[in-house]
């Protein structure tokens, strides 16, 4: 995993929705930033999408961006390609947005290995936690809560050290190309 304290790699990617390419910069927010790696097919991401859209609405007007990245290999996985992404992002309504991987150049950078796999970064974009969600997995029965994001979120706005055993995010292996 991407040691704590790293600052976050750079990029410029496509996001899906407007068609534009943003970049880190623009996209980072004033107290900090989410970046997720996701994809449209992985069960682990359907099944946590509808909080990550209420954590977003959640603290996105508190100075904490949110960014969303699939990095999956479109080739043999067609159903992550970029024109399904902007109808994913739309459908599930999305308040942020969902960047397009190609090259997985990005995905490489953070140490990026499943999906979905989070990182909270500070205002600075040093790493301040990576890891789960929460504890809920599909068909395990424990509700989606968002504790540990959310959780570190919260220690990161309240300028607390976040001692919290960070968990390993748990979901389908990010889809390389061969």
Not at 31 to 43: A, E, Y
Not at 60 to 70: C, D, L, M, T
Not at 71 to 88: A, F, I, L, T, W
Request: proline share 6%; hydrophobic share 35%; with cysteine.
């Amino acid at each position: 995993m991407l040691p704590l304290g790293t600052i976050a790699p750079d990029f410029s990617l496509q996001d899906t929705v407007s068609d534009k390419i943003l970049n880190l910069n623009d996209l980072k927010g004033s107290k900090g930033t989410v970046i997720m790696f996701i994809c449209n097919h992985c069960p682990f991401v359907i099944h946590i999408n509808s909080e990550l859209v209420l954590l977003a609405n959640d603290y996105q007007s508190k100075g904490i961006s949110f960014i969303a990245i699939s990095s999956n290999d479109v080739e043999n996985y067609p159903q992550d390609g970029p024109n399904k992404m902007k109808r994913h992002a739309v459908s599930e309504g999305y308040p942020f947005p969902y960047l397009y991987d190609e090259t997985q150049d990005i995905a490489k950078a953070y140490d990026a290995a499943c999906t979905p796999d989070l990182y909270l970064f500070n205002a600075n974009l040093k790493l301040n936690y990576r890891g789960q969600l929460d504890d809920s997995r599909p068909g395990n029965g424990i509700p989606l809560s968002g504790k540990d994001l959310r959780h570190a979120i919260e220690c990161l706005l309240g300028g607390i050290e976040n001692t919290e055993t960070q968990k390993p995010s748990i979901g389908c292996n990010i889809k390389w190309k061969l």
